[in-house]
């Protein structure tokens, strides 16, 4: 049993406790939905101070691992993540990376090519009607104003080319890093005719995945990336010329 404060102890004893509770989610000895212990034995069997116990729950909360409910069946439960959950912290910390320059552009295009190019192909392959429904509910028009409303549908375009492999993990590992390549590079600073080009771009990919067409798929999905590969990289190298 750790004791708060002992020598053997790696960083604040928060943190501690949380990595041991999350080693014992990610095992898979703590399941979803399990609850875990009330406050007063953590603390016990733990040999830790209740504010301890609630820092390290409250870490695990913000990582999705925990879930609290209210009431006199309430406490802490270990949690059934989704996908989006996933992507979000994922795309979080590689939002941070990016920002202080840890992460170039250029790698993070890279890996779109890796996961997004096979993933057009298994949208083909799997798609359901629903899935093509929700991929032509994201088509818009390139010469609106409305930036806003072109990024989501575009973010909108990908995420349901993604689910649309039936392979969760693939939102979950590729939907992070397209939301940064856009948020970062592209929301505000792409030209109209960037817009033109997906918006062409997309509608290819749509019929490809909407006729069964495997390979033409990952074919219009790899020159899409191709074509907007030098709008990301010319936004990047005029963000760091500022920057310099």
């Known amino acids: 049993m750790r004791r708060e404060g002992g020598a053997a102890e790696k960083g604040p004893a928060y943190q501690v406790l949380a990595d041991a509770l999350r080693s014992q989610i990610l095992s898979g000895e703590l399941r979803s939905g399990d609850r875990l212990p009330a406050e007063a034995e953590l603390c016990e069997l733990y040999g830790v101070s209740r504010s301890t116990v609630r820092e390290a729950l409250r870490a695990l909360t913000t ?17 059934a993540p989704q996908p989006g959950d996933i992507a979000g912290l994922v795309q979080s910390s590689l939002a941070l990376l990016t920002s202080a320059d840890s992460l170039s552009v250029e790698s993070l295009i890279e890996v779109r090519f890796m996961l997004e190019v096979p993933a057009a192909g298994l949208a083909a392959a799997r798609h359901a009607d629903g899935d093509l429904e929700a991929l032509e509910a994201t088509m818009f028009d390139p010469d609106l104003t409305d930036l806003d409303a072109m990024f989501t549908a575009n973010r909108d375009f990908h995420l349901s080319l993604l689910r649309a492999t039936g392979n969760p993990v693939l939102e979950a590992v590729a939907a992070p890093i397209f939301g940064v390549v856009y948020e970062r590079f592209i929301r505000r600073n792409a ?7 997906v918006d062409h771009d ?15 798929a990952e074919e219009a999905q790899r020159a899409h990336l191709g074509d907007i590969r030098p709008t990301y990289e010319q936004i990047d190298r005029e963000r760091r010329e500022r920057g310099a």
Do not use: M, N, Y
């Open 202 to 216: 997309h509608r290819d990919i749509l019929d490809r995945v909407r006729a069964g067409d495997v390979a033409g």
């Open 191 to 197: 030209p109209d005719s960037f817009w033109a080009q």
């Open 63 to 79: 990582e999705r691992l925990l879930v609290t409910r209210r009431g006199v069946a309430g406490g802490s439960f270990v949690a």
